[in-house]
């Protein structure tokens, strides 16, 4: 994973080659596009450099914090030489529409390949991959009968059993907006309350934690996202070795149930972009069958395009059906999360 980079001081942005296809607005006079990421992976400089190579227009990336870039975006007003903001997590994606950073884009090509639920209704932002949040279970442990929901988490069952992460963290809190909005906030508040009652140990720790404790049998029960589980899942050695200990459940796969909650890596034009043609360009390349593929071969994230499968460590854990809830709902439900989480002992 690359180190974040944020030139604070300079509006100069480190240029690096990148690739694209010109699809609706066609391709601006300037010949590049000015991107703010917080995504964080080697494997989206392959992205950069094939959408280069097809268009001959120049990226220049700046890394950072997705609330950093906001801001600098924000402090940076109609000067800010920023075309496209992409970031991780409906909840980020809603802070930035929230903080008026992005333009509305009307796109065929993005209209026709995304399903409705990861395109923000105005079209402010488009997702490019998603990450499912699921169950795990440590296999000698046993399969643990009954536990095929989110809402079963908090059943008395498994007091004692569960290691998650923080409520700080926004994967969590992405998941709780999910079932406010599917359960109503009473709802959600019970299940947080009984969640907290069957913690095997306070909230610590990234995903990776949860994974490597729910193998140690440190605590029989986590959830964690996919994407983090598939690269257990096609590694090596002791990697794998962690893997082969754990059993994966999808919740909500039964008949009426609502599906599996995901959450959406997204990006928007911002709204003062000075290459905006070529912004919608490059958000265009990256629904493209070639660029969703790195996506799922490189980081292990679901492809965001109907109808393109995950790499063979996602297919390994099995197919599942998704909760097709908009992620501009997500993100809008976040303060209310927060505050349940508080209210509930979630630290």
């Known amino acids: 994973m690359k180190k974040p980079i944020l030139a604070a001081a300079s509006l100069a942005l480190g240029a690096l080659a990148i690739t694209a296809c010109a699809e ?7 010949g590049e596009v000015n991107i703010y990421s917080s995504r964080h992976y080697d494997t989206d400089l392959a992205l950069y450099d094939n959408f ?59 209209a ?17 991959s998603t990450r499912a949040r699921v169950i795990i279970y440590n296999k000698e442990a046993g399969v643990p009968q009954g536990l095929d929901t989110y809402a079963d988490l908090a059943d008395p ?36 309350r009984g969640v907290v009652a069957n913690f095997a140990r306070d909230p610590q720790g990234n995903d990776t934690a949860q994974i490597e404790s729910v193998a140690a049998g440190e605590c029989r029960i986590g959830v964690v996202n996919s994407y ?45 972009a000075p290459n ?26 679901y492809p965001a395009v109907t109808g393109l499968a995950g ?10 059906r998704a909760d097709t809830l908009n992620a501009a709902t997500i993100g809008s439900g976040q303060t209310e999360a927060v505050q349940i989480f508080d209210r509930a002992g979630w630290n």
């Open 112 to 128: 026709e390949r995304l399903p409705d639920h990861l395109r923000h209704p105005d079209g402010l932002w488009f997702g490019l």
């Open 311 to 320: 790499n063979s460590a996602l297919e390994e854990m099995g197919g599942f």
């Open 52 to 110: 280069t190579e097809q268009t001959g227009i120049t990226v220049n990336r700046i890394e950072a914090d997705a609330d950093a870039l906001i801001e600098r975006i924000q402090s940076e007003g109609e000067f800010s030489p920023a075309d496209l903001l992409i970031t991780v997590d409906a909840g980020r994606l809603w802070r930035a529409e929230e903080a008026g950073v992005f333009s509305a884009v009307d796109s065929d090509v993005l």
């Open 228 to 272: 983090y589980l598939g690269r257990f899942a096609g590694g090596e050695g002791e990697e794998r070795a962690v893997f082969d200990k754990l059993g994966v459940i999808f919740p909500n796969q039964e008949e009426g149930n609502r599906g599996t909650h995901v959450n959406v890596s997204g990006a928007g034009v911002t709204v003062n």
């Open 24 to 30: 609706s607005e066609g391709v601006g006079d300037n």
């Open 276 to 301: 905006r043609a070529n912004a919608i360009a490059f958000l265009e390349y990256l629904t493209s069958e070639s660029a969703q593929r790195y996506f799922a071969d490189g980081n292990n994230e």
């Open 157 to 192: 069952a498994w007091r004692g059993d569960i290691c998650i992460r923080s409520s700080s963290n926004i994967y969590n809190i992405s998941l709780l907006s999910s079932i406010i909005a599917n359960d109503g906030a009473e709802a959600a508040e019970n299940w947080a």
